[in-house]
């Protein structure tokens, strides 16, 4: 054999498990898309096709829809945790679990006031529309002996219709970017964070309340900046997030630059006061960096805030 | 010349403006993706390639552009009469102009208050989140003397965990499913309807009032409505737009049953009580029809919900 | 009641069946993605939820696996025939059925000779590599005498780097675009023909023969026009299949015109002779025609192209 | 301050270019989408928002199309070769290019017989048909001194429908799965291999050929392995590579195990011999393994293959 196998995992991908909570007549949703990646001993598998140290991934589906029901869903970052140490400590051979969840949110529908007389407003307690501002997004790994819980969010897309600048830059002879003193800055931001708990003898943190936090921080600075470039307006909702919430030690940022040209419309006549833009698709600037607490390891693979 | 030219229709398609109006420091954002079809005398270009009767798509592009800015865009509506109008009256070959448009929402991002000490609550009215709970769409047709305004939505996902109910139905050879007596309804509305307004001799309704009240009309159907059938829930939702929408005639609605199995936690020794589901991406059911003013002309295409 | 109900349909939508058909070792797979829709006395179950005509969606899913054994797959036409005529003579408040498919098609992978002494040719007949080239559709629909077929396909993408003219348009005070005399043609082609069988008195077309004649001659009619707008070689396409073809008496197609723009490299000191373009995404032109052969109804609907 | 910057990068991303090159009548085509991402002495444009380092992404973008002609493409490896290099051998602050591309491949379209003879075999030497069974992709590393070359292909469908089994595997509480001794074996494979080429120095491998040699072992491996496990699949496939090719000394996949279930027809009184399977979405397996040349070095990032 002049081969080796390297790392490997597997699992089941993408298991959308929702779950419904009763208190009383007022519902609780929690809807998630888990996926369950397994290593360890692995090497006949792959080497001779024994399927000895497997656990189906089929079993790996129904373990996440038991799960559901045994220890419930209070955030996607306890479900994560909850699965990642049963799959470790329960099977002899897997010796480390990543859980990668994605969660979509949902608002309640109003009720109409006209009918709530009739009906009452209890009725409308199981009644929601999906909220599709972003994605939550969650990845724990658990090696038996430390955790590792990442979180996020992508699809994120903001726009400043102004306070944003673009000059003193580099030039070559392929330059022909003109220099922009007043221009739309919009970008969809796709971010990964990591906590620094990683053993459970400490306190794990609120993972429902960082997030808001995390996500609020993110919004204002990218709001609050008055940017010369998206790299600065980066550093500022990074540093913002980090300062802020002691439990973030380290976070990435994959941040397009969604190009807003302004359309000429001199041909017909007309002027263009940062009025009328073109928004355009590909090709976009793709800006990405990540920001740590002085002292910390970086730690989020570079690629993660692009999956 | 054994074939003959049916009927055909170009412009350009997928025009993304976006249109920054100021009020002082309060900056407004209209963004809407343009499509322009054109029909007429064109049986030359078909059958010989001369371009003598068309108006290039570059030039239907560019005056999207620039109508932005000399029409101004108050709503899809009204953008789009203001361009269809112009194509057939401005260009004599031109007989009909139907102008497609989606719109994407935004909602302005909150300042922190600690910030807005410091840079003053006047620098974040120029920063904005893209709403992603739906898609507002529009259709504008016009043969020089007829308008024809369709308006709708799509992507608009919603669910009901409970009261809806599927039984009594029809079993033949092929039927194996159970009865249903408490089950999740679950859909992704996408519904357009045609307002009744056809000249410009007549007063052209408040379009966005009419978007707002017919999107509210058709949550609170969905969500107000003890459910024993799909169909029973868009018949709902149709009938309460057209009774409380008087500029409205017709409605047309497709929706998925994105079908929500419970899933089956026996096996292993756990009783599942309505709470956790499997959120299945296809097959799913798919209800469309047509709910119409009584008296009133059937004229959304079958398939335009689809599109 | 002041609203009634409209034209209306259901069903089980994107069922995704996969057949494997043995001939001693040499197996033969068929994939299809089948969308069922039903009409009929429908009225009930929208008006009160009564589901006493409504034969459940599961249950049309069912048909359509059990009909891939009952049956067989030997075209998706006389597939969806079988379908459909069995949904409207075996259902008495089903008066209309139309069947959507979606075919998928897989090449063999050719064996290594190498291994092929070790293995034995045979061994490599049941392996297959799906082909990305273009997606067979077709759609059936029978209302208990008459039949309409339609065929077609989307997603063939096609480019002439040469033999395309764009010139002597009209220009109005909104036209900047330059004339072209050698510019790049580019399209993905989506098209829907009809077939002029509707008869069970009358034999059936070759389906499959049909489907490869007609793709043919569209790729070929796109290769040797001399084009002198998309519109010409849209007409071309669309005639060559009617004449071509006397089962076939119309078709429709949509032609984005995919904008290949000529590179300014002109500020780097280098001529761009043609060699160098920028592929654009949107916006893009977009042809939409019917052709029919002399006489013949027009009956594909406008929109069935965009699908 | 208390937070520092991390690792990062910038560029325009998603350029897509065409180059049509002229062989008299003949025209070759090459269609790409290239990203670039460039790091250095970055630290200021995050900090302060000084651009002085900056080469703007709007001047890559133009390098890319500029390269395009100066240069050529030959392969996607030599044309990010050439544009890493000039990235860090051109501009001080930047220490180090990665190239990303994606590569779509057409075909020619076959002239017909009988219009051959009109309009002569010449013509048709311009006409191109996008093959759409896979996507090439390379990406191309250059810190000023080490090159790393990975590239690969992804969307690649392949299933072998027999041949395959699946037994043995651990039950645990959460297991239902019943073991499959003949069963439809399906994946996408999305894969990245290394070159051990590195330097200048060295004489760079013949990169069409190596893709198409690598692709094709791929192709061989997956359909003439009796398969135990995916994983063993995978691993066939993986060091079939390795020793068939001297210059490849990693290689990971990552396979999803596209699920074809077996259709229970038995309710219906019918039999189902493999012969008829339901194609399922989600969730599906997911198998991901590095395989390696024994002693070199594992250097492709693990999620590599999901990008």
Redesign the interface.
Known sequence: ?????????????????????RDGDT?H?K?LNV?V?LSGD?DD???????????????T???V??F???VGIESAEQFGIALARHFVT??E?IERARIRIEEYS??R????DA?SRF?GAD??R?????????TRVAQITFDGERWEVLSGLK?????????SE????????????QEAYDR?LATSVSTWWRYNWTSDEDRAPNWNKSYDQAR?HI??A???TY???L??T??QM??RV??SRSEID?I?FSL??SH?FL?D?E??G?K?D?????????????????????GAE?RI????T??
């Open positions: 054999m002049t081969t080796v196998l390297g790392q490997n995992q597997y699992g089941k991908a993408e298991n959308r498990v929702v779950k419904i909570t519902h949703i809807d996926s990646a692995m598998v792959h080497y001779s096709g024994s399927n000895a140290n497997v656990l189906p991934t089929d079993t589906k129904n373990t829809f038991a559901a029901k045994e329960s099977q051979p949902w608002d529908i109003a009720t109409s009918n009906i009725e409308v199981h009644s929601f529309v999906r909220n599709g501002t972003q699809d994120l897309t903001v726009l400043n219709s102004t306070n673009f000059w003193g830059y580099v030039k070559d002879k392929y330059t022909t970017l739309i609020t919004l204002q990218f709001a609050e940017s010369l470039s790299q600065q980066l550093y990074g540093s980090i300062n380290e990435r397009p630059n807003h359309v419309l041909p017909f007309l263009n940062n009025e009328v833009y073109f928004a355009a698709d590909r090709p976009y600037g793709l800006i990405e960096a990540t920001v740590l607490r002085d970086q693979p570079f690629d993660m692009n999956l």
